[in-house]
């Protein structure tokens, strides 16, 4: 069974912070993603990694910014969060071949 | 500028009943038209997909209606029930682009018991 984990389901950080979002998926993908989710604006690709060390900016990069040292694990950094970063992050992967992605539960991020 | 259309934003369909959700997409290079299905604290999960070579797709209750003279495609869900009630999205992804997808904006399905 595919399996993308994140590393919480909520999380309560202040202005300023920077802030870690892990995300780990066990199928041996090459590619991962990141995306946040908010009402009424649908899924926006923030990063995406197509192998180790690689990656690629997507439609809202600004204050982002993302680590991929080992193939099964994918890091969003918010590095001074702001209120405006309040949010669903969700993460995928995928087989470079498919266009499937499989997704994680994701991580419910709020800025105060 | 947005490339997948999708509408309505929102849908109420009785219990039994067809819920309709519609897609329209403007690049003609796009190959491959997922539907993702969303339940309230998950991620979303491929419920079914269809590539411009076929018309139709039908997987149980779920079929996709492909048209691609118009670049529209749409999901049906037949004979409707409570636990269809989650966020669809369409999408729409291109070989020549990393195969990433281009999402519409979801519809929230409530179907009522």
């Known amino acids: 069974d595919v399996k993308v984990t994140q590393s919480s389901r909520y999380l309560v950080k202040r202005t300023g912070e920077k802030v870690f979002l892990e995300c780990v998926q066990d199928?041996?993908?090459?590619?991962m993603f990141w995306y946040r989710q908010d009402p009424g604006l649908g899924l926006r690709l923030i990063y995406f990694s197509y192998d180790v060390k690689m990656k690629e900016k997507g439609d809202i990069p600004e204050g982002y910014s993302v680590s991929r040292e080992k193939k099964e694990r994918f890091s969003l950094i918010l590095e001074s969060a702001s209120t405006n970063q309040t949010s669903m992050y969700l993460c995928?992967?995928?087989?470079?071949?498919?266009?499937?992605?499989?997704f994680g539960p994701g991580t419910r991020l709020t800025v105060t | 500028q947005q490339q997948v259309k999708q509408s309505p934003q929102s849908l109420i369909v009785q219990k039994g009943g067809i819920s309709i959700i519609n897609c329209a997409y403007e690049n003609t290079a796009f190959d491959y038209f997922p539907w993702y299905q969303q339940f309230p604290g998950k991620g979303p999960a491929l419920l079914i997909a269809?590539?411009?070579d076929v018309s139709e797709k039908k997987e149980g209750r779920f079929t996709i209606s492909f048209n691609k003279s118009a670049k529209q495609f749409s999901l049906h869900i037949m004979d409707s029930q409570p636990g269809d009630s989650a966020t669809y999205f369409c999408?729409?992804?291109?070989?020549?682009?990393?195969?990433?997808?281009?999402w519409g904006l979801g519809t929230s399905l409530a179907v009522n018991p």
């Open positions: 199928m041996d993908h090459e590619n």
């Open positions: 995928a992967s995928r087989s470079s071949l498919s266009y499937e992605q499989y």
């Open positions: 269809i590539r411009p």
């Open positions: 999408a729409a992804g291109n070989a020549g682009n990393n195969r990433k997808l281009i």
